[in-house]
């Protein structure tokens, strides 16, 4: 006699979809719909055929003959049987509320299990994840969660947005994940929970753990972010290193106030980089001299300083505008502006050079209006399409640099002055090697640091030739800004090669009647302050978070920069601009 099995409504439950399928198939029954409307057809079917009595609890066992049912099997390796042969309970009751949301029974069964050790619940997961969930296949969505399943998520806020942070990283890799099998050992990537723990209990500070990064911090006590350059950017990194590692080392340069360590979401190591935010700039300064070049585990890290981008370049703004006008008309339209800047022409104080700089609150909103300017979606000024691109910041030079400075930067010349009449307001504060004058600005040079400090206090305000001047010390070129601006030359001058041969093949190599101008693309420069001019020396405009043309900080010949004559031009292969100098106008002859 076969052996007899006990079945109930309960125990149907702990079958898996295919076995209800296949128990539904063989009765002739349907088979479509979710696992509770399956697991209530089956129990039915077996109701009218008398293996179950009509009224009985369905928690109440009755006996039934093997043929006449699927052996249970479970495939779920967290529920394994007892010691004593009982099977336990394979789903929680969140196994039937994933059902219920409508997902597929697979991926029920990982998100149940997921519940389980309590990494991800039914309220946490919210209706973003719940979608994207949905819009893959269960077995890509199984995979995803397998891996899910084995990050540390212990200090995971949004849980939800971690995971969709995952899944955003599967698609990216066309579907491959490194998620375990159900038999395998799951492996938690991250850094050693005692080491963590004591390093937490030593600094006192947070760490917060959220999609793509890992946050060491606010330091505790400091009530608002620190300002100026106090923040570094730390890259090369081992992938398997993390902050009980890094905190001690930069520790050493002075207090931090956070560690953002930059996460892959699929494997939980880092990206090979991170940013260390300091309380002062002279820790920040400390970090990049004795930490640059630094061995973690036979591999030399950069360490430099880090700059927020919240500036941008507009050109070919209306000329007529002022910078009450303009700074409305943005605002207006785009999100986190703070400042406009605009320049005034040499020869016509009430008309704009034609372009503006833009500061933003946050790189985010910086970076939103590039996007919506570029792609037309806001049109600051009707009639006019306008360039966009980012301000290209200038490295400001250290103290100990700018303390040997002897050089003065005067700006608001009229263009007639000369330079013999700058060096006649200027000379008698000191021996002067030379004076330079080059449009509407002039740099003074000085023997000593003495007399250069004597001028500016003295002549900063004053009028020359009817024009307000002001005096500043001069920034000396960085090398990374002349390594920029000299790849920019070369680039250009490829482009106007390509375009020269592109003519010759097309036209001939007859004239046109207009003015040749650069090739499309690119920039017609003026690259104030950066020639150097002989043995000028190459000093940059020192206004404070300078700006502008002959090295305001800020210079004409950005990534978006000022063209020499009346158009602009955005730095794309295809985008060319009307305006005088932006091609042959006349056909060849």
């Known amino acids: 006699m076969a052996a007899e099995l006990d079945y109930s409504l309960a125990s149907i439950k702990r079958l898996t979809v295919p076995e209800i399928k296949q128990s539904l198939t063989d009765a002739g029954l349907p088979t479509e719909g979710l696992k509770a409307e399956l697991c209530q057809r089956l129990y039915n079917h077996y109701v009218e055929n008398g293996l179950v009595k009509p009224g009985v609890d369905e928690a109440d066992s009755i006996k039934v003959e093997p ?8 495939t779920d390796t967290d529920n394994p049987p007892t010691e004593n042969g009982a099977e336990s309970e394979t789903h929680s009751d969140a196994y039937d509320v994933f059902l219920g949301i409508g997902f597929h029974a697979s991926v029920a069964d990982v998100l149940d299990s ?5 990494a991800l619940t039914s309220e946490e997961l919210d209706i973003r994840a719940t979608d994207a969930l949905k819009d893959m296949d269960p077995e890509s969505a199984v995979s995803v969660l397998q891996q899910y399943k084995g990050s540390d998520v212990t200090r995971i806020k949004n849980k939800s947005a971690f995971l969709c942070g995952m899944i955003k990283s599967f698609r990216q890799r066309g579907g491959l994940s490194a998620a375990p099998g159900p038999a395998e050992e799951v492996k938690k990537p991250g850094p050693d929970p ?5 390093l937490c209990d030593r600094t006192n500070y947070p760490i917060e753990v959220t999609t793509g990064q890992r946050k060491y911090g606010p330091a505790p006590g400091v009530e608002s972010e620190p300002t100026g350059q106090c923040n570094v950017f730390v890259g090369r990194l081992p992938r398997d290193v993390f902050e009980d590692e890094l905190v001690p080392i930069f520790e050493e340069a002075g207090k931090i106030y956070d560690l953002r360590l ?27 001299k004795k930490f640059n070049n630094y061995t973690i585990r036979d591999r030399k890290i950069t360490v430099n300083v880090s700059r927020p981008n919240t500036r941008i370049f507009i050109a070919s703004i209306p000329k007529h505008k002022t910078r009450e006008q303009i700074l409305a008309a943005l605002t207006d339209i785009l999100e986190g502006v703070k400042d406009v800047i605009v ?3 040499i020869d016509d104080k009430k008309k704009n050079r034609g372009f503006c700089f833009v500061d933003f609150d946050c790189h985010r909103t910086a970076s939103i209006a590039v996007k919506k300017i570029s792609n037309g979606k806001v049109v600051p000024f009707q009639g006019h399409t ?4 980012w301000a290209d910041a200038e490295d400001e030079p250290d103290a100990e640099v700018m303390s040997k400075v002897k050089v003065v930067y005067v700006k608001g010349l009229s263009s007639t002055t000369s330079e013999e009449t700058v060096k006649e307001k200027f000379k008698e504060f000191g021996e002067m090697e030379k004076v330079r004058k080059i449009k509407d600005y002039a740099f003074v040079h000085f023997n000593e640091r003495d007399s250069a400090e004597k001028a500016i206090e003295a002549m900063n305000g004053l009028n020359i030739d009817d024009h307000e001047i002001s005096c500043y010390l001069a920034k000396p070129s960085s090398d990374e800004l002349k390594k920029r601006k000299n790849a ?6 490829r482009a106007e090669a390509e375009r020269k041969m592109m003519a010759d093949l097309v036209y001939g190599q007859g004239p046109g009647r207009g ?16 020639e150097g001019y002989g043995g000028y020396g190459g000093y940059q405009d020192p206004y404070a978070g300078g700006y502008g043309d002959g090295g305001y900080g800020y210079n004409y010949y950005y990534s978006g920069g000022y063209g020499g004559g009346d158009y602009y031009q955005q730095q794309r292969p295809s985008a060319t601009m009307r305006g005088r100098g932006a091609g042959s106008r006349g056909r060849p002859r």
């Open 114 to 118: 997921c519940s389980k050790i309590g």
């Open 515 to 530: 003015r040749q101008g650069p090739a499309p693309g690119y920039y017609d420069d003026y690259y104030y302050g950066n």
């Open 386 to 389: 306008v360039a966009v691109d």
């Open 194 to 198: 005692d080491k963590l723990k004591e």
């Open 343 to 345: 320049y005034p022409q």
């Open 67 to 74: 043929s006449d049912i699927v052996k249970m099997e479970t």
């Open 262 to 288: 930059m996460l892959d979401p699929m494997t939980s190591l880092n990206r090979g980089f991170c940013f260390v935010t300091f309380c002062e700039q002279e820790a920040a300064d400390a970090a990049c």
């Open 488 to 493: 920019r030359m070369d680039a250009r001058k």
